[in-house]
């Protein structure tokens, strides 16, 4: 297995420092974030009890920049989840969530896959390509390092690859708004 795709395991020792084994130094949870918006996997485990503590640490990070404003997770979402955990939808809402974000990321890829083909006679509208990497940066932005990002300039689609896009993207949302309502089913 290559080194890049091991988890970065962080050890957690009794005075709550976290350790990096790779660089053999201490981190924050904001460095830990860092590792994870650059597409790095992170593994944290309590240095004496061997424990995998990963998922307390994320949803600590998850809960310090929602506290900071910086809010992704709507008030609605927040308060199902919270439901989640006592009723039927439980067992639900995992697969919900990771189908979810998968979409997204199956989303983001064509977006981006689309932006780099063959130029429409847009392309050689003034400013076209600053707008393309305007749009690029945005996304990005949006995405916080999901899935890597291509690294050709973006191109324009030709307008049947933009109706079929069109097309896509509005079964996906039928399809995210089918699974929503049958969460909200077993949720009452």
């Known amino acids: 297995m290559a080194e ?12 709550r420092r976290l ?7 201490y981190v924050t949870l904001d460095d830990i974030a860092k590792f994870i918006r650059a597409g790095r996997e992170v593994q944290i485990v309590d240095l004496k009890s ?8 994320l949803l600590q990070i998850v809960a310090e920049h929602e506290s900071r404003g910086e809010s992704v997770l709507p008030l609605d979402v927040l ?16 697969q919900f969530l990771a189908m979810s974000f998968e979409m997204l990321r199956n989303g983001q890829s064509k977006m981006m896959e689309n932006l780099t083909k063959v130029p429409s006679p847009l392309a050689s509208m003034p400013g076209f390509e600053a707008m393309q990497r305007q749009q690029q940066a945005f996304l990005k932005s949006m995405m916080g ?13 030709s307008r049947s690859e933009e109706a079929s896009s069109a097309e896509e993207l509005a079964e996906i949302k039928k399809q995210l708004a089918a699974l929503q309502a049958k969460l909200s089913k077993l949720g009452s």
Not at 51 to 57: E, I, N, S
Not at 81 to 93: D, G, K
Not at 145 to 157: H, I, L
């Open 145 to 157: 390092g999901m899935t890597p990002w291509a690294a050709a300039a973006p191109q324009s689609e």
């Open 19 to 25: 350790y990096n084994t790779e660089t053999s130094d």
């Open 50 to 57: 061997g424990d995998d503590l990963t998922r307390q640490y």
């Open 79 to 94: 308060t199902d989840l919270v439901r989640s955990y006592t009723t039927q939808a439980q067992s639900v809402v995992p």
């Open 4 to 15: 890049s795709a091991k988890p970065l395991l962080i050890k957690r020792y009794a005075s």
